[in-house]
């Protein structure tokens, strides 16, 4: 028993915020880029509207009319430079991953290329091989469930025996959505002066906790 639920036969992983504590630098990034085009969006308010989202979700949240063409070419390089010079993976992460032994994935918001980049840069990429899923392989991002049932899908696991393990308010929903455990995850950077365990319990997190070196113990 996993604090009261069956032990699952798959751990999901989202990857922003989970396995690397990259929501803060990839916000600022977005929050940049955004200036560049004329669109004043705070860190803060970045973090709101988009935490857990795809890049998708950015443009559609702004129709597609207020964004050049070339805005999410220069998003990511913008994204991978940051990356390059003060990505780190969270605290204790690779620890928790080497222990485990039942299958894990992971499945992230964030394009397939910059999952790698930001798994190979912290030296997590060697646990995961290509069991990487991405909002791209399916046609709804979260918060609809579609990620989180094709990784299971791909993995040949039952969505109801899964867990999965969030930092996002949309992420939490989308795997609550899809019939699975989900813990939330609020030690990353980007909940420093945030209310984020309220906010998880609140879209229906199992669990929350603040630290990998208590994965397996009491939250």
Not at 9 to 22: A, E, K, R, T
Not at 24 to 49: F, K, M, N, P, Y
Not at 51 to 58: D, F, K, P, Y
Not at 135 to 141: E, L, P, T
Request: glycine share 8%; with cysteine.
């Amino acid at each position: 028993m996993t604090f009261g639920f069956p032990e699952p036969d798959l751990i999901i992983f989202d990857c922003d915020g989970v396995l690397v504590d990259s929501e803060v630098l990839s916000c600022r990034c977005l929050s940049d880029v955004l200036a560049q085009c004329g669109i004043e969006l705070s860190e803060h308010d970045t973090l709101d509207l988009f935490l857990g989202r795809s890049t998708a979700a950015v443009l559609q949240h702004y129709d597609g009319r207020l964004v050049p063409e070339d805005f999410l070419a220069a998003l990511k390089a913008q994204v991978f430079q940051q990356f390059r010079r003060s990505l780190r993976s969270i605290p204790g992460v690779s620890g928790v991953i080497s222990q485990l032994t039942m299958p894990f994935c992971v499945a992230s918001s964030s394009d397939l290329d910059r999952v790698r980049l930001s798994l190979a840069l912290t030296d997590l990429a060697r646990y995961f091989g290509d069991r990487l899923y991405t909002a791209q392989m399916v046609a709804r991002g979260k918060p609809a469930p579609d990620l989180f049932l094709h990784a299971a899908a791909q993995m040949q696991a039952d969505p109801q025996r899964t867990l999965v393990v969030e930092d996002s308010v949309s992420g939490v929903s989308a795997a609550k959505a899809a019939g699975m455990m989900v813990w939330g995850f609020v030690g990353g950077s980007h909940y420093r002066s945030r209310d984020g365990r309220s906010m998880l319990i609140d879209a229906g997190a199992d669990r929350v906790f603040d630290q990998m070196a208590n994965f397996w113990k009491g939250a």
